[in-house]
């Protein structure tokens, strides 16, 4: 057969078979539209950014770097400024075409009622810049230029590290372009009150530079790297400058990657599946037609290329058209993102024509390796057995299927139970992972566990005296590789969303009883933009205190010392005082002695311990927030690790390393009796926030609230496309049934009974998948729970879970009932003429 007749033949058959075709349409324009909006999403955390605001006027801004290179990986950014020698200043001033080198630092500072603003010295306004509308400079070191709503000659009161001072209105200034709406507002202070509460030293956040006449931002760049060569510095220009102004938007431009990342992988493997599955039932509805061109002489070539041929043009033209919506789907993910905190709300997308052709080719890949596959069973039957197994499915399934089927579930199961035996993220990672695999074989050796699972559901009805039930039990026995396809989706869906949800929520909740179980203090000091060590000395200080622990939240990078492929993974880090910690803090030490940390040495959660290799007495490589590298020795191991850190060094050292300078908390244990008066004089200072243990532990879990937000937009993308592929499935195998319910009624059933039929055959398929579905997702949510808690009890919300089941069950249901009438609408003799 020549290759121009088979694409003839292709195009009728997808002109007389357009039912089957747009079952494979939907399925593969939703694949290009779910990876193109990946793909969007993953080239903007190369390519996007935020726009520079108060750095708009600067020509260059040098700083010094933010992430730490990683090779063949995503940089890892640093959470903390990393900070430059104030000598860099005069170095670069003296640069060629250099008519003004700014150094620049920043100061957060509260208002009364808790507004935020980012205090910063007067010489650095040049940079935007901001211009005085009113009044003039500020001179005093109670004197304030503000961009707000203020009015010149005003007295405010500004907050640092909780402590209050008043200002004066000296002067009111304006930049060219407009403040960001939801970053803290510049105000400006004199150059030495700034440079006063600047915890930092003889040091500076990021130098900008403004070009004399006749220089351009490139060519000065140039000259300052020149200028600088040898020190760890790093030179931006244009949008760049953005970047070093918020460090936000470079953080955020990794989280994006990494979300995207391990979201694309999971994405891309259920895309390819719901192709596959489709495809295969698809092919196999038709094997009446291809057993009658096998018995006329194509050949196993030829039967494989005319899939081929019409796989590719109706992917080809599913993916083309789903790749514009892909776009549209990444905005609604970038809006969904910036809410949960993820993205800065200034943070812009890129759009390329990349993530569009990758997701096209993506799609149509799939569709045609998954083509490729399904047309091997109908390819290399001999013609006899093909016109044979045209009328009856084969009762039993591929010898390397059943082996590939029983590999991954077994692989599947032992993924899941790893973390019983290992500690770590790792073991962590590879039990939520698990499902997959699960899913994957059962997938695989579905036709076999739907006939036990029909063998066993099915003898109730099959000794029913309704004619009715009867038939659907014999439907489904004899039919199981239908009923698996149909199966299969559903349970997935359910599968998938039960792993994911409530793993977070497992995990969560072992973090709620680490950080419920571990504060021992009778009170939990915060305030808006950290606590200063002045007042955590005046805390200390009062006599209803009998201790006071300043606490520091920071990142640590670590990074393995694997000669082939070396990995960089950050670590939540907590900065204590070590002799406060033992009336205030349990951390559930297991070996070594908290009391002994001090400068140079750490102490390290027992999964962390585990992961790193090292125990008591041995040094770990650590980076901290800022990228200093440090070596500290190992004091102790402690196991709630999940509920305060992984990683805790003394106070000194990681304040130090901090943009802020700050705390972010302390805990407070008082006297004996003197609860209450240790909080009314905590309180009497004012700026600070006063809660007990009880109080702190339910807005932790409001925050974890927060942040899982994310894990759910992107889950529910991920259902969404699963619904639409159930749908579709379901459709697909109930709408090419139109012959059965012509021949049925034709022998006397009535259309009562054949709906009848299909409702008893429809409660099988839900329910057979709501079983498989929860025993897939039970073993890897067992092995995170007991990755987190030492039990393999994990947290599942009997709400959560019912919503998932009765959505599921409710598509199931509907996608085929809908089917069935419009089948049932037919006259039944011209309806036994159509076409299979």
């Known amino acids: 057969?020549?290759?121009?007749?088979?694409?003839?033949?292709?195009?009728?058959?997808?002109?007389?078979?357009?039912?089957?075709?747009?079952?494979?349409?939907?399925?593969?324009?939703?694949?290009?539209?779910?990876?193109?909006?990946?793909?969007?999403?993953?080239?903007?955390?190369?390519?996007?950014?935020?726009?520079?605001?108060?750095?708009?006027?600067?020509?260059?801004?040098?700083?010094?770097?933010?992430?730490?290179?990683?090779?063949?990986?995503?940089?890892?950014?640093?959470?903390?400024?990393?900070?430059?020698?104030?000598?860099?200043?005069?170095e670069l001033s003296a640069v060629p075409g250099v008519r003004a080198a700014v150094g620049d630092i920043s100061v957060p500072l509260t208002t009364d009622d808790g507004r935020l603003l980012d205090g910063h010295g007067w010489a650095s306004a040049v940079l935007a810049p901001y211009e005085l509308s009113a009044g003039r400079a500020p001179s005093a070191p109670d004197e304030v230029v503000v961009t707000g709503a203020e009015s010149l000659g005003d007295r405010i009161m500004l907050r640092h590290g909780g402590i209050g001072d008043d200002y004066t209105v000296v002067g009111v200034a304006a930049a060219p372009t407009d403040e960001p709406t939801d970053r803290p507002a510049a105000i400006f202070l004199s150059d030495a009150r700034a440079r006063e509460l600047w915890p930092h030293g003889d040091q500076v956040a990021t130098v900008g530079l403004l070009a004399d006449t006749g220089s351009?931002?490139?060519?000065?760049?140039?000259?300052?790297?020149?200028?600088?060569?040898?020190?760890?510095?790093?030179?931006?220009?244009?949008?760049?400058?953005?970047?070093?102004?918020?460090?936000?938007?470079?953080?955020?431009?990794?989280?994006l990657m990494m979300l995207c990342a391990s979201f694309a992988g999971l994405a891309v493997l259920i895309a390819m599946f719901v192709v596959a599955t489709t495809l295969s039932l698809s092919i196999q509805q038709r094997r009446r037609e291809f057993a009658l061109l096998r018995a006329m002489g194509a050949t196993p070539g030829q039967i494989h290329r005319l899939i081929g041929s019409e796989v590719l043009l109706v992917a080809g033209a599913a993916a083309l058209l789903g790749v514009g919506p892909g776009y549209a789907l990444a905005q609604v993910l970038h809006a969904q993102f910036t809410a949960a905190g993820v993205l800065p709300s200034d943070f812009a997308l890129a759009y390329g024509p990349l993530p569009a052709l990758a997701g096209a080719l993506l799609a149509v890949g799939t569709a045609r390796v998954a083509a490729a596959i399904a047309a091997l069973r109908p390819a290399r039957l001999d013609p006899t057995e093909a016109?044979?197994?045209?009328?009856?499915?084969?009762?039993?399934?591929?010898?390397?299927?059943?082996?590939?089927?029983?590999a991954l579930g077994l692989g599947g199961l032992a993924a899941s139970l790893l973390p019983a035996v290992l500690p770590g993220q790792a073991a962590l990672a590879s039990a939520g992972g698990s499902a997959v695999l699960l899913v994957f074989s059962v997938a695989l050796l579905g036709p076999m566990l739907v006939s036990g699972a029909v063998r066993w559901f099915g003898g109730p009805l099959r000794r029913s005296s309704s004619p009715a039930l009867v038939l659907a039990a014999a439907n489904s026995g004899a039919r199981a590789r239908r009923l698996a396809a149909a199966i299969t989706p559903l349970a997935l869906a359910i599968a998938i969303g039960s792993v994911q949800l409530f793993t977070h929520d497992t995990i969560a909740a072992a973090a709620d009883d680490q950080s419920r179980r571990g504060i021992t203090a009778d009170l939990v000091v915060t305030a808006p933009a950290g606590i200063s060590p002045t007042l955590v000395e005046s805390i200390a200080a009062d006599p209803a205190v009998?201790?006071?622990?300043?606490?520091?939240?920071?990142?640590?990078?670590?990074?393995?010392?694997?000669?082939?492929?070396?990995?960089?993974?950050?670590?939540?880090?907590?900065?204590?005082?070590?002799?406060?910690?033992?009336?205030t803090l349990d951390l559930d030490v297991r070996a070594g002695d908290l009391s002994q940390l001090h400068d140079g040495t750490v102490a390290l959660s027992t999964d962390t311990a585990f992961t790193m290799g090292a125990g008591v007495g041995d040094t770990v490589p650590l980076r901290l927030g800022d990228g200093t590298l440090i070596s500290p020795t190992v004091a102790a191991t402690y196991g709630r690790g999940l509920g305060f850190g992984d990683v805790t060094l003394p106070i000194s050292q990681v304040r130090a390393h901090t943009t802020s300078g700050m705390s972010d908390m302390v805990l407070v244990t008082a006297e004996p009796g003197r609860v209450d008066e240790a909080r009314a004089a905590i309180t009497a200072a004012g700026g600070v926030l006063v809660s007990d243990r009880d109080e702190f532990a339910s807005a932790g879990q409001d925050q974890r609230r927060t942040q899982a937000w994310v894990s759910i937009v992107a889950l529910a993308v991920l259902l969404g496309y699963l619904a639409v592929a159930v749908v579709n499935t379901l459709v697909l195998a109930t709408a090419e049934r139109g012959r059965e319910f012509a021949l049925l009624r034709l022998v006397g059933a009535s259309t009562r009974q054949v709906r009848r039929m299909m409702r008893a055959e429809s409660v099988i398929v839900v329910t057979v998948a709501a079983v498989v579905g929860s025993l897939i997702a039970l073993p890897p949510l067992a092995g995170v729970a007991a990755a987190v808690s030492g039990r393999p009890i994990p947290s599942i919300s009997p709400t959560v879970y019912a919503l998932i089941i009765g959505v599921t069950v409710v598509l199931g249901l509907a996608a085929i009932a809908i089917p069935t009438r419009t089948a049932m609408r037919q006259d039944p003799v011209t309806a036994i003429g159509t076409r299979e």
């Open 1 to 90: 057969m020549r290759r121009s007749r088979l694409r003839t033949l292709a195009r009728a058959n997808i002109r007389q078979r357009r039912g089957g075709f747009a079952a494979v349409f939907v399925a593969v324009f939703c694949a290009a539209l779910l990876t193109c909006a990946l793909g969007v999403l993953f080239e903007s955390g190369i390519r996007g950014g935020v726009s520079p605001h108060r750095y708009a006027g600067a020509d260059v801004v040098v700083g010094a770097p933010q992430t730490l290179d990683v090779r063949e990986d995503i940089d890892q950014p640093y959470l903390e400024r990393a900070l430059l020698p104030s000598s860099a200043v005069d």
């Open 216 to 255: 351009d931002a490139p060519t000065l760049a140039d000259r300052a790297r020149h200028a600088l060569a040898g020190t760890d510095t790093r030179v931006y220009t244009g949008d760049g400058r953005g970047d070093v102004e918020y460090l936000d938007a470079g953080a955020a431009r990794s989280e």
């Open 387 to 406: 016109l044979r197994e045209s009328a009856v499915e084969p009762a039993s399934i591929g010898r390397g299927r059943l082996i590939a089927g029983i």
């Open 546 to 583: 009998r201790a006071a622990n300043p606490i520091s939240r920071s990142q640590a990078l670590y990074t393995t010392d694997a000669a082939d492929s070396p990995s960089t993974e950050p670590y939540a880090v907590q900065g204590v005082d070590p002799v406060a910690t033992g009336s």
